[in-house]
């Protein structure tokens, strides 16, 4: 199960809105999860090019917890891949990578794919 504990009120609502995208098939395996899933921070990257939402998420990874999650969300599919090698070179836990595809109808997203990345803080990363 997905806590999401964002302080910013807007954050809180785009990560809501965001999850709610992925396909049936990924809400189910998040839902199967053994261990819960602490959102406390998140980085959008939509529009950025690569390598700028993993320079964001390392410094965002430096202020938190060990056990807490970080939400991506990003655009260039470089940065898909960079934020992938990033975890396992780092020993942290990537929970979730994948991807929706434009259909956006509203101002909150981009035309773009819109790719999604969970990552755990672990071992004191």
Do not use: W
Request: aromatic share 2%; proline share 4%; charged share 20%.
């Amino acid at each position: 199960m997905i806590h999401i504990n964002l302080p910013d009120i807007e954050q809180k609502r785009l990560a809501t809105h965001s999850l709610q995208q992925l396909t049936a098939t990924k809400q189910s395996q998040l839902e199967t999860l053994t261990e819960d899933i602490n959102l406390t921070a998140l980085v959008d990257g939509r529009g950025l090019a690569c390598p700028m939402p993993l320079l964001k998420a390392k410094v965002t990874l430096r202020t938190m917890n060990e056990g807490d999650s970080l939400y991506i969300l990003a655009t260039d599919p470089n940065s898909q891949i960079d934020l992938a090698a990033f975890c396992q070179q780092a020993g942290l836990t990537l929970v979730i990578n994948t991807d929706t595809p434009s259909n956006a109808t509203n101002s909150l997203e981009k035309l773009d794919t819109i790719f999604h990345l969970i990552i755990t803080k672990t071992n004191g990363n």
